[in-house]
């Protein structure tokens, strides 16, 4: 069955940088792109953006496309986000998800990430 | 960027009710619509794509309808799991977005 894991919560200092895994299992890594999704605490999901595996290519929401890196790694079929110079802004759930074109159809369990002082 | 707008942001209804929830688009996004279900401390459950196609595993009573700008999500025999905040989200247009959600609680 399709299953994919994130790495667990994280605390960061404000301008720092945090890293998100997501490990797929249960399909061709490279068929389906991965899916990034936020949502912080008390509001509504943020899409961040989408990473095809098969050649890398991404579709970064311009909100963070200066902040933000989306990698794969087909050798372990994990993907990966990263999002740099953190404010308290930044202190959401964090959501990977499997692309079926650009619909997310299955989704990791979250990485709670929060930025403070 | 398209503005997903839902309405009513939240609604009380009893078991076995029929909800309707609906979404605009700011602009005309033909069927290229979403569906997503979230409950406290859960990962969102995707439920509907391209506006009326039901995600496998998702319960009948669930159904999407709607095309260019207006779309509507309707659960038929509200069961007391579908207890939740909905989300459309469009994703014609980058960036993709999505409706400020719209809670179901218990009358």
């Known amino acids: 069955q399709v299953q994919l894991v994130q790495s667990g919560a994280e605390v960061k200092k404000p301008g720092a940088s945090v890293i998100v895994s997501c490990k797929a299992s249960g399909y061709t890594f490279t068929h389906n792109g991965i899916i990034w999704v936020r949502q912080a605490p008390g509001q509504g999901l943020e899409w961040l953006g989408w990473?095809?595996?098969?050649?890398?290519?991404?579709i970064i929401a311009q909100k963070f496309q200066l902040r933000a890196t989306m990698t794969t790694d087909t050798s372990t079929d994990t993907a990966y986000m990263e999002l740099r110079r953190l404010t308290s802004d930044d202190t959401a759930v964090y959501y990977c998800a499997r692309g079926r074109g650009l619909f997310p159809d299955y989704w990791g369990q979250g990485t709670l990430i929060t930025v403070s002082s | 960027d398209i503005q997903m707008t839902q309405s009513p942001s939240s609604l009380s209804a009893s078991v076995g009710d029929r909800v309707t929830i609906t979404c605009r688009a700011s602009q005309g996004i033909s069927s290229w619509l979403a569906w997503y279900q979230v409950k406290p401390q859960k990962a969102p459950k995707s439920l509907i794509y391209a506006a009326s196609n039901l995600q496998s595993g998702v319960p009948s009573r669930f159904s999407g309808s709607g095309s260019g700008t207006d779309f509507t999500l309707t659960i038929s025999n509200l069961q007391p799991e579908d207890f939740a905040t909905y989300y459309c989200q469009q994703y014609d247009t980058y960036p993709l977005t999505f409706g400020g959600g719209t809670k179901v609680d218990i009358k």
């Open positions: 990473i095809s595996p098969l050649n890398g290519d991404t």
